[in-house]
């Protein structure tokens, strides 16, 4: 993490307006390490223009039509999409929330709103982007009448602390996995590389970053995760140019070669400028759904996107405030509300521009390890996002195995805060273990979260000490409760 800068100092210097709004030397930063802050993040997260396409673009909905309303994919208008709601998000987090975290379609969210949504019978894809804005219009009720914040101030401050830890974990296991190190096995959940070795010039490439970012860290380099990734790039290019590796996978999805890249390949682009398309914007039926399913799944639909949504902000900005010291003493981040109303909003932007739900990426995380601690960080990504719907051919020249090891690093720096748990007192250290256990075993930052919660409270009342648990954990545990228990109860009434 960046130096902090003397308070006497800090004072002694003019401070121009931006300095001012942001209130960048007060948080003991400076514009230059925003400004590398917000590269990072965005470099780390860009692959969601990519990738989010992939996902909900590819796949017919119950009617056999495609997202953008034609009869085949239309992902050039999905990604541009994707990367304008990011950016408009991310800096409406920076201005108004003045907080280093962006916005993305989530990934998740994403899949269970094309898997578990779209393809209903009869559920068309502007039905299913409708469930998605009632989902953040409700949200957004929440927050503006205080629910939402009450339950976060509600959580106990190690819960909050072992959710950060379990969210390094998580982003580790995800940089790992995305770069290509940790992989499925034959006949283990998970293996080394391939067959248990580190093979192919893709894992050469992201050890070689992973090694650059620590050695340059270890040196005090400031930019030392941003340089990381550019040259990993660099060496991705190069290798590609003279390996022709080409991508992990077909088209369908098949396995085409294990040793390639594993989603962008990383050629110089014929063309750096594209003329985006924006055709997926406002392509949504709010109350399609209704007709299309019926009002008991409808309901249930919206409260699966809305607890998973709900928990995994929380998570999120948590853990960036805890790495970047803006808790307060209760482990809360400044303006809780005003962060909370912009993700509401982003959740509904991203149904209502055919994107899927927008929610706070973790991988904001990156750019707080590379200094970033205001809102101007923010703005930063969001304009990088805004200016990819323009350059998405630039965008694609990063593969993962480049941007992925910082993720690991910055997992590093946040599994640190472990300490901050008592374990000697089994009632909070058995939930805080499910916490950060269950993220990246279950690949789900609210699985671990509502496992804590359910612990917690069951281990209260079984000690006797029901009275000291708050009224609203009570029902968030019982919330979570019906969460994990959707798929038997969803048989139970018919949907």
Partial sequence: MAPRTPTSTRQSRPRSAVDRYFRISERGSTVA??????????????????LNPLIIGTQPDGTGGFLGGGDAPALAAVAAATALVAGVATILMGVVAN??????????????V????????????????????????ILLVLVLTGFREAVFHAVPAQLKTAISVGIGLF???????????????????????????????????????????????????????????????????????VARLGARTNADGTVRDERAWGLNVPALPETWISVPDFTTLGQFNLLGSFEAVGLVTVVLLVFTLLLADFFDTMGTMVAIGKEGDLLDEDGNPPATRRILVVDSLASAAGGAAGVSSNTSFIESATGVGEGARTGLASVVTGVAFLLATFLAPVVAIVPYEAATPALVVVGFLMMTQVGGIDWSDFEIALPAFLTIVLMPFAYSISAGIGAGFVAYTVLKVARGKAREVHPLMWVVAGLFVVYFAIDPFRELVGA
């Fill in 33 to 50: 390490r925003e400004v590398r802050g917000g590269l990072a993040t965005f470099f780390t997260m860009a692959y969601i223009i990519v």
């Fill in 99 to 112: 907080y280093p975290l962006a916005l993305a379609t989530g990934l998740g969210l994403n899949a269970f």
């Fill in 114 to 137: 094309t898997f578990g949504i779209a393809s209903l019978p009869g559920m068309t894809w502007a039905d299913a982007m409708g469930v998605v804005v009632i989902e953040g219009l």
């Fill in 171 to 241: 982003i580790t296991i995800i940089g790992l996995v995305n770069g290509g190190i940790v992989r499925s096995g034959a006949g283990t959940p998970l293996e080394l590389g391939i067959g248990g070795f580190l093979a192919g010039w893709p894992t050469l490439v992201f050890v070689a970053g992973l090694l650059l970012i620590v050695v340059l860290m270890a040196r005090k380099v400031r930019g030392a995760i941003l340089a990381g990734i550019a040259v990993a790039t660099v060496l991705a290019v190069v290798v590609e140019a």
